[in-house]
Nanobody, 117 residues
Framework: QVRLVESGGGLVQPGGSLRLSCAAS????????MRWYRQAPGKERELVAH????????NYADSVKGRFTISRDNAKNTVYLQMNNLKPEDTAVYYC??????????WGQGTQVTVSS
């Protein structure tokens, strides 16, 4: 079955950095674009970053552009999100998900990121 395991979250001060990881299994990882989403308390889930299946192109939400970097290692079936200069408004649960894998409708456990002084 499809499995997505996010990790790397934690409590950091404003201006700090975190690197999130998403370990994927149960599908041909290198065939699918991947995305990072986040959901803050009381808010809708939002798209944060996108990467093509090869890693050749990326896109970001305006709110994180210039601060976050999405990358992937297809040999390790893993997607990463490097988050720099974190702000309190980045506080959320972060999730990864493939795009176009229509047989999968679920979400992983997510990883909590809290930015606070």
């Amino acid at each position: 079955q499809v499995r997505l395991v996010e990790s790397g979250g934690g409590l950091v001060q404003p201006g700090g950095s975190l690197r999130l990881s998403c370990a994927a299994s149960g599908f041909t990882f290198s065939s699918y674009p991947m995305r990072w989403y986040r959901q803050a308390p009381g808010k809708e889930r939002e798209l944060v970053a996108h990467i093509t299946n090869t890693g050749g192109a990326t896109n970001y939400a305006d709110s994180v552009k210039g601060r976050f970097t999405i990358s992937r290692d297809n040999a390790k079936n893993t997607v990463y999100l490097q988050m720099n200069n974190l702000k309190p408004e980045d506080t959320a649960v972060y999730y990864c998900k493939p795009i176009g894998l229509y047989r999968y409708n679920g979400w992983g456990q997510g990883t909590q990121v809290t930015v606070s002084s």
